[in-house]
């Protein structure tokens, strides 16, 4: 990406005997006083080694994820075949022939191991970063009082006690995630998995996963494998010392810890019953979920004009818990306009959702229901771990790059008392 700066010009003249002279007398006058000063320098701060430390185990993680990858599509990565299908694969998404490019379950995994990858980790760090800022924090608590039932299937997984058996996790113990992805597919659970192993990771607390994907695409094959590599203990290379292959675990501890549902469905011709379902699927109770539309919505504006996509989103709105996060997430700038009219008059994704969302709610509620933005960006950068851009520093068979989006943040809440 960015070349290496340029080194500053050296000055071509000779200094003079009395120069050299002065200058190392000056030299030799800084040096003891930073002799003297050196004694009151404290010692490294502890954050900035923590720091470092935060780093390494992100990027120890990242590389984690990559492996999901690259183990459970070892085969369509070697295949002779690889080349001819990604290529076409390509030219479909530049002619944003988007049924072409995913109607064959075969060019889908060649797809999931091309670009799914990259974007896994970057919704994963987006998770990762709306957790820290607490906006999920109502969803996760609220989750974790509806799970009884989940407690009951869960008596024994990987949580060792002091006597080295296998103790079981207690319901208070945990907590759950529920999330609908609109136009979901490989990134995306992937995606969730690595988070919800970070945090199980960074909070010492077990966070169990409830994910349902709806996709017109038939990604039921390639999410079936993804799901079973993420509760895996993961393949041992041929040469693993002991040591490697006992530290091995999977990235989610239990296979009942992390459940993921996917419908082969148009989204645009879900009733509310159905989209309903969906929400409910696998919760008695009307506890507040996270949506996801990643790089999703404006394909759906592309393809369907305007009013199908706003129909559908005034539906999401009246049949979401209150309190549900909507999380959108798609390509910057002009690659996310539509045109609207018979002139194609050009207009901004962001503009629009915010015209369905903000606008319409707030002068005429759904179902008693409004939206609040809590976030929005108009570009971010998500960066691989290397310095050359290039995922150098990432062990994966094919380069992958750096990736930018936008990325727009919506909570659901009650409709003010009139």
Known sequence: MGGAGRRGLQNPSKPSYLDTKATKANNDKKKKQQQLKKKDVPKADVSDVDENDDADK???HQQLTLNIFRDTFASVLAADSFSTTLQTIKQ?????????????????AVYATRWSPTRALCYASILRTIHMQKHLQGILSSSSTGIDSLSKSIETVNCSGDDGTTAPIQPDHYVQLKALCIGGGAAEIVA????LSQVQNDTAKNIAGNITLVDSAPWDTVISQLQTSLTAIPPHQ?????????????????PQL???YFAQQDVLSLSKTELLSHITSSSSTQNPILVTLLFTLNELFTAAGILKPTKFLLDLTSVLPIGSLLLVVDSPGSYSETGVGEKKKKYPMQWLLDKVLLDTTANDPVEGRTWTKLESHDSLWFRLPAADGGGGNMDYPIPLENMRYQMHLYRVDAAPAV
């Not at 072409?100 to 075969?106: G, I, S, T, V, W």
């Not at 041929?238 to 040591?243: N, P, R």
């Open 192 to 195: 969730f998995g690595s988070f």
């Open 92 to 108: 479909a998404l530049f002619e944003r022939n988007f049924s072409k490019a995913f109607e064959d379950p075969e060019a889908l």
């Open 58 to 60: 992100r990027r120890h």
């Open 238 to 254: 041929k040469y693993a010392s002991q040591s490697v292959k006992d530290a091995s675990k999977p990235m989610i501890s239990s």
């Open 258 to 260: 992390f459940s993921a």
